[in-house]
Structures are given as C-alpha cells and as structure tokens.
RNA sequence: GGCCCCAUCGUCUAACGGUUAGGACGCCGGGUUUUCAUCCCGGCAACCGGAGUUCGAUUCUCCGUGGGGUCACCA
C-alpha cells in the first residue's frame, strides 16, 4: 500500500478536536485549499486526536461544520473516505505501533522506560543547574538487549524515543522563509509513541502525511521548531519529505498578541454569528499574509485560487487582524447584495444563531423595504435589530433629545402638532416619499421653521433616534395611520 | 536562557540597487445631505540603529536593538 502513485498536488489541514475551531485555522485551510486547487490537486482533511486528555468529544463535528459553514469541502477526510483512509488517526493505531517499531528496529529509535516522575525530576534538576535548554538524559539508551526484554516481559509501561545523531545539520529548504538549519544537538529525543500506546504528533504527521501523499504542507510558523525533528523521522523511513510552507501566525492589531475575545470573536464560528458574511470572511482572510502585489484586493475565492501563490505570501512572523478592516470589508460584501438577497441572509443568520426578529410580525415586502433603507447602515449583521427596530415598533421617545434642534420642548411639541394637523389632510394615494418630502418642504415655509429644527423633531418622534434613513421614507413605509398615531402627544 | 524566524505609514502591505517610497483600512478636512450612513474629492503619516559592499542603498552582507515562535508521553 506505501509507494502508492499519487498524483499531482495533496494538501491537507489537521485539526485537533481539543476546542473550537479559530479563525486563524480557517485561514490556514483556505491557502490550503486554494494550493491543492490551483494546482488540480487534492486537499485532505484529517483528524488528529491522539491526545486523549484534550479530547472534547463533539468538537470534530463542529470542526467539519463551522468548515462546511465557510463554504469549504475536501477531497478526503471524515465522510469523504478517500483510498487512504480511515482519515481519524485514532483508528489508525496500529499502523503508527507499526512504523515506530521499524524504527526501533533500525535503530532509529529506542525503548524508554523512566516515568513521568524520573522525567520531571530530571528537568527540574537540570533547570537547577541552568542548563539552556533540559532533556532527556537517555538512560534508557543505556538498558541491554536483556534488560529491555524483561520490562516488555513485566509489562513495564514505555514509550518510543527517536535516537537524535548527535551534532549533525538538519537543513531544509521552506517555501516562504527559504533554507532553515538547526543543530540535532539541539533537539531533545522525541518521544514518538505514548505509553497509552498513542501516536505523539512527530510520528502520526510524519506517517500520516507520508502514506496520504500529501506534497505541500502548509501551516503556522509556530511548527517551524519542530519540522526538524520530522526530518529527522523522513531520514530515517527513507522516505520524501513534502515541501513545507510557514505561514505568518495571527495576532490582535496594537498588540503582539494571538486574538482575545477581549477585542471580539476569536473563534471561526463566533464571526459567523456575529454576522460577517462568508464571502467577506474569506477575502479578509485571505489577505491575512498574502496578496496579489497588485491593488486589487475585493477577491472571490475563484480569482484568489487563480492568483494565489507561495511566492507572495509575507516573510514575516506576525500579521495583525485588522478588525476595523474586516468591518469595512464586511460592509462592501453586504452592500453588493440586493435588498431581498440581504434580507434571506439576515433570516437564515437569525435562524442558524437563535436571534429573535422582531420583523416577524410583517411580511417579506415590508421587511424588504426595511432593508433597503438600512443596507448602507448595516455592517455586520447583529446590527440589525438595533437599526430596524423602530419600523417595527414604537420607540419611547425622550423629548429632551428634541431640545438642542428645536430649542425648547414648547417649540418641539409645537411643530409635532403642526405637522401631524397637515398631515392627517394626506391623502393615503399621496402618502408616499416624493409627496410628503415636497409637501413637508411646503409646510417649512408655512410655518417658517428651518428644514433642521423640524425635521430633526420629526425625526425623533417618528423614531427615538437622531440617526435614522432618510425622514421621508421612513415616513411613506411606516404608513399614514402609524405616522399619527407616534405624533401623538 | 538555548535554538529558529522576522523587521516599510497607527494597521495590512507594494517596491525585487537609482521612485516625489505606491495602494487599502483607520484618522483628519471638504462636497452631496434635514440626521446617520453611502458615495466623491483632498490631507496627515513609514524605510529600527550602526558599520560594510557599491558611483548609488528601503533593497545585498555583518553586528546591535526590538518583536515573535519554540524547547511535554499537547498538537
């Protein structure tokens, strides 16, 4: 089954269901996808859960959902079983005990018995002693081939170390940042197989990736450290290593720090609910380290596949998340939809997120007038019951608000009495924008007040804002009887 | 601390030895306007420091400084 043909570009993405799905990931699986498909290639997605203290039983399908809910497929994976399968490295035990054993074999690797215990004393030991970096001081390399064979025979727990050659270069060529080269001496004797009889990450990836044919890797510079030691463990199979790609790592703008919720929505659901479009999210995303070199940058996933390349992806350790950017993204991605586009998006949000729309109450012609008149407004989704809220019921007006453009509170109620006199002469077929805004103008001259102070009164009453869509056609969709009955005083 | 990586406006970035160092977000100002927003116009704003290479360095080299990552039976 090993030197299987494999053809053209495989990428991958591997989630650990340890917690949420982070924005950063989807970004991670988005140049992912893009390399496999401009190159017509494969991209793979695969479960790394071989750390049962962190496993969260439900979060691998929330992982594959919030994936789906970005608009992004795979290849190969969970539920798209591929010939390479299972795509769950804790189905995949036996071949990981398998391929650590040949190691062991070779001489690659070794048996190492010292508990838990030994291991943490040896550090702190080692610490006491200032040494610059701890390790593992490789008694166990030490044991005969007797001695080896009776713990196995007692049933002594272990695990698999890989003998690290001592002094030697590792170097290897990465796409963005260029040659790396570490010293072996620095690198301590992985362990590769758990006493639960697990997989550490070094040995499941290196397998996994290997006997999946994946080519390109692509992932956060944090795994810059330990790609080393997964050339290490490529030397000793005998097997190819895949091209590896860096990508700058994620941190909150005006801070060198990963994103906190302090700032906003961290997780890649979280944007979702807060209502960012998909179309936004992954163009935002996709400047996050990349970008074309030209000025273009409002892209669909289409043109970012056709101009995407390793090449222009920054050589840098940190990009920021930009989040007023994102806003302002989000903002030109909601403004390109027509007014009934929008409003099924707003609907299938509130229903996916359990909001309550007070919209409800009306039918699909109002709401979508409603939209129309807050679409420019709008920025992320969330907002809109803020925004709409007073097209659907009455705002409680705080006439002091009227003060500063009416004068005083007389002044305020008096033109409210005014206008709502003239208006009830309306006729229902004139009540419409046009009318009432060349009427209303009329009526300033009549009465002599400024277009301001009665307008902005209006305003107010009409709605219990000093920000609001244009005062006449929010006039003309609230309809006459609703107009006088919040003129009211 | 050891090791590895990185360094252009506040932010994301363009430039691949010679440019008035360009664009976008944000910010400021102006126009449209009864408000807010949209839209349009304009403005402020950057090559981390020091050596070296070169006729010429933001660009190449070295050192310094700063930042980040990583040193688990976690991924």
Known sequence: MEETTFKGVRTRMAPS??????IGHIRTLLYNIAYARKHGGKFIVRIEDTDRTRFVPDATEKILDVIRDYGFSWDEGPEAEGKFGPYVQS????????????????????YCFCTSE?????????????????????????????????????NTPYVIRLKVPENE???????????????????????????????????AVVVDDHLMGVTHIMRGTDWVPSTPKHVLLYRAFGWKMPITAHLPNIKEKGA???????????????????????????????????NPGTEKEIYTLEE???DFDTKKIQHTDLVAF???????????????????????????????YNVALLSSAKNDEFNIKVISLIKERLKVLKEFSELTEFFYIRPSVDISMTVSYAGNEATAKEIITNFAGEYERVSEGDWNTE???????????????????????????????TATPPLFDVLSLLGKDQTLERLKI
């Not at 995949?92 to 690797?109: G, S």
């Not at 994103?259 to 997780?267: A, D, E, H, I, T």
């Not at 805004?437 to 219990?464: I, N, Q, W």
């Open 91 to 110: 189905e995949r035990l036996n071949l990981y005990k398998k391929y650590a054993l040949e190691l062991v074999e070779k001489k690659h690797a070794y």
């Open 256 to 290: 060198n720090k990963k994103l906190s919720k302090r700032f906003g929505p961290v997780s890649a659901r979280e944007f979702l609910e807060e209502g960012y479009l998909v179309p936004a999210l992954v163009n935002f995303l996709m400047f996050l380290g990349w």
């Open 435 to 465: 009318y009432l805004d060349k009427y209303s103008h009329e009526l300033l001259e009549k009465y002599g007040y400024k277009p301001k102070e009665a307008f902005m009164t209006l305003r107010v009453f009409l709605t219990g804002k």
């Open 169 to 203: 270069e590792i170097s290897f060529h990465d796409e963005i940042l260029g040659d790396i080269t570490f010293n072996s001496s620095d690198i301590d004797d992985q362990v590769l197989l758990k006493s639960d009889g697990y997989p550490t990450y070094h040995l």
């Open 304 to 306: 970012f596949v056709q």
């Open 322 to 352: 930009d989040r007023d950017k994102l806003l302002w993204l989000n903002g030109i991605y909601i403004r390109q939809l027509t007014d009934s586009q929008l409003w099924e998006e707003v609907t299938k949000w509130a229903q996916k």
């Open 17 to 22: 269901p340890t917690g949420e799905y982070h």
């Open 118 to 154: 030994r291991l943490a004393e040896l550090r702190e030991v080692q610490q006491k002693q200032g040494v610059s970096a701890t390790r593992y001081d490789r008694a166990c390399l030490k044991l005969s081939q007797t001695e080896i064979e009776q713990k196995l025979a007692s």
